[in-house]
């Protein structure tokens, strides 16, 4: 067990400036996903926590020890990486057993654990298989249980699941946070998917160029993201951004479009652009925040009138594509809210949550 | 009827094709064939005119002189130099290819360096190295063979290995250091693994050049430390060649690398079918 700490952390590859000043705090037993676009110095970060490469500056702290100078096998760290990285010429209970057999650990305690971490993991009548003789998911068990069965302070992941099927990935998800829950060791996660950094985190870092854009639980970035990027990061299908124009109009406030049209906001988040009086800005709708209307609306929520475009259905809901404010938006709807192209639909737009971007700085307003 | 003339035609061609290759392998085999009926002969039958396809029955004399003679040891001498030169540069060579696959030691330049010192024509270099060896004492001896083979092994040994090292996936190497392995033991434990096939096939390559050395052998051996092709010339007389030994001489030189030659068979089968059924 150990938290983790990173102060002032900078990697470069020759030319590139891959990881640009990191402070982080994990805190001990903490599930930490560090998420982002390809590029972005995820993997970067990760393998310098784990010894694999060498800082270019700033501390790395494990369990209260700085551990810059200390080798990968000297941090007691256990690692699971993306292509399995099982070894071909060893069974699946040599694969379990390697790191324990490289510490020495007495052969009864390997073959206790060999056997804990194969019922934990459903992989126990696999054994004496070899890798090339387990499917995708399988093999990915193994490398958790070669993890597992370490007992190290720290599991670090890097990227397990994508090399698996949408399905497998799910089921796999659950389990990773199942195992979260059964052995409470620090994790760090490192992912591209979004849908993983929101279901496994207890607190997502989300990076962005080598920077840290902004930590914090899962439901706090996404409700109440810092700026445009984060915003447009998280959600599925992502969050849309209409250009338009604020404007006062005495106690009340709105959004013009530039192609006519205005949503008038809720006086919540009006009140930050009070003298913002004809400011450009960007309106973030999630997809999630229209609806069919019907009935009385609520407070800051607003009518708005569209002819449905594209149609997807997914079965439980559906995605339905509308022109606001010159731009094409999604909208989630009901399964069955929408049936055809071209037809009319009136929505319901939710503005309570609805997020308000400087155009400029990319910042958040409200 | 018509489906069937296909089937029959196609078989008619494989069957001229398989004669073809069947007659050009027998000629290429001839001279071998030749050589192990001639080692089992009498000098009469050796000399017998019309030549006679198979000896009137086997017999060992020809074998018997050479060892009788102590020529064999020519033989010994040549495992020696072979055996232990290859073993070296087997062990430099690969903990080499790995600092230039892993660390990208000298760059990429160093690795095209180092193979283009095998280009060299060794007949330019021979007499250079003759007189340092004479200088050094390291004429007819052993140690001056197996520095030189070893010297000239090791180019090749890391060029091929360099490449089967590179083909690991790093995340195994990556993962056994996080484990707990420090780099000896990754290398022993991850990559020779690995890399065992093609260390197998490398290392019958570079044993087999140093048995069919010639050039080398010739000019930096005398009386101690003669080795098989060497040897070989000395059958080779004014007056008259000694054919039989000759033809004994040359099998059992050829034995050894027969062996060599279905060690690596068995491994380089192992590799491709390690490969067929990965995914
Ligand atoms: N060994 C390397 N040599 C040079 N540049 C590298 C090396 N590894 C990574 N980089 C660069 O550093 C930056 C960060 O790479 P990193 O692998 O950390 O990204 P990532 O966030 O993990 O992306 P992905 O989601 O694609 O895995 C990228 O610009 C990448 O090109
Ligand atoms: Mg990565």
């Known amino acids: ?15 590139v400036h891959a990881v640009r000043g990191v ?9 930490a996903v560090l998420v982002g676009p390809s590029g972005c110095g995820k993997s970067t970060l990760l393998r310098t926590i784990a010894g694999l490469e060498d800082p270019d500056g700033g ?3 494990i369990a209260g020890a700085v551990v810059n100078d200390l080798r990968p096998r000297e941090r007691n760290i256990a690692m699971v990486f993306q292509n399995y990285a099982l070894y071909p010429y060893l069974t699946v209970s040599e694969n379990i057993a390697f790191g324990l057999r490289a510490r020495k650990t007495p052969e009864i305690e390997i073959r206790k ?9 459903g992989i126990g009548n696999f054994l004496q298989r070899y890798p090339r003789q387990l499917s995708g998911g399988q093999r990915q068990r193994v490398a958790i249980g070669r993890a597992i069965v370490r007992k190290a302070d720290l599991f670090l992941f890097d990227e397990p699941l994508s090399n698996l099927d949408a399905q497998l990935r799910d089921e796999m998800r659950t389990e990773i946070k199942r195992l979260h829950h059964e052995i409470t060791t620090t994790m760090i996660y490192v992912t591209h998917d979004q849908v993983e950094a929101m279901t496994l985190a207890d607190r997502i870092v989300l990076l962005r160029d080598g920077n840290i854009e902004q930590q914090g639980a899962p439901l706090e970035l996404f409700e109440q993201p810092r700026t445009g990027f984060v915003a447009g990061f998280l959600g599925s299908p992502s969050i849309n951004l209409i ?4 404007r006062t109009n005495g106690p009340g406030a709105a959004v013009v479009f530039q192609t006519g049209g205005e949503l008038t906001l809720p006086s919540a988040k009006a009140r930050p652009l009070a003298n913002m009086d004809g400011r450009d800005i960007l309106v973030g709708i999630r997809p999630q925040h229209f609806s069919r209307a019907g009935g009385p609306l609520r407070e800051g929520v607003v009518p708005y009138s569209a002819t449905a475009d594209l149609i997807q259905p997914t079965g439980t809901r559906t995605f339905t594509t509308i022109r606001i404010g010159g731009t094409d938006a999604v909208a989630e709807l009901q399964a069955h809210d929408v049936s055809s192209h071209g037809e009319r639909i009136d929505l ?5 949550r609805v997020v308000l971007i400087d155009p400029a700085s990319g910042l958040v307003i409200a | 009827m018509r489906v069937g003339k296909l089937p029959a035609r196609k078989a008619r061609i ?6 073809g290759a069947g007659v050009v392998t027998l000629l290429f085999l001839f001279p071998v064939y030749w050589l192990f009926m001639i080692s089992f002969k009498t000098p009469d039958e050796i000399y017998h005119v019309p030549p006679l396809w198979i000896p009137g029955q086997i017999q060992f004399s020809n074998y018997y002189v050479l060892f009788r003679d102590g020529d064999v040891l020519a033989i010994l001498n040549s495992l020696i130099v072979s055996g232990v030169s290859s073993g070296i540069a087997i062990v430099l060579g690969t903990l080499c290819a790995y600092s230039l696959a892993r660390f990208g030691t000298g760059g990429e330049n160093l690795a095209m360096w180092i193979i283009s010192q095998r280009m060299i024509p060794p007949i330019a270099v021979v007499f250079p190295i003759f007189l340092i060896y004479v200088y050094l004492g390291l004429v007819d001896g052993y140690f001056g063979l197996i520095l030189l083979y070893t010297a000239f092994n090791l180019p090749y040994v890391i060029r091929m290995m360099r490449g089967y090292i590179v083909d690991v996936p790093l995340e195994l190497e990556e993962s056994a250091l996080v484990d707990g392995l420090n780099r000896w033991e990754v290398i022993w434990k991850v990559v020779f693994p690995m890399v065992r096939p093609g260390l197998m096939a490398t290392s019958v390559f570079t044993f087999v050049f140093a048995w069919n050395d010639f050039l080398f052998a010739l000019v930096l051996t005398r009386t101690e430390v003669i080795t098989f092709p060497v040897m070989l010339t000395h059958y080779f007389g004014g007056q008259s060649n000694f054919w039989a030994k000759i033809a004994a001489m040359s099998v059992l030189g050829t034995l050894p690398i027969f062996v060599a030659v279905s060690v690596m068979q068995r491994y380089l089968v192992r590799g491709i079918s390690l490969g067929a059924v990965k995914g």
Request: aromatic share 10%.
């Open chain 1, 348 to 352: 319901a737009i939710d503005l309570n």
């Open chain 1, 1 to 15: 067990m150990a938290d983790v700490k990173l102060s002032g952390v900078h990697k470069y590859y020759g030319n």
């Open chain 1, 59 to 61: 501390t790395i702290t």
């Open chain 1, 113 to 121: 654990r060999v056997s804990e971490a194969a019922e934990m993991l």
């Open chain 1, 243 to 246: 250009p338009a124009t604020f």
């Open chain 2, 14 to 19: 494989l069957a001229v094709r398989y004669l």
């Open chain 1, 23 to 31: 402070d982080l705090t994990i805190a001990d037993g903490e599930f």
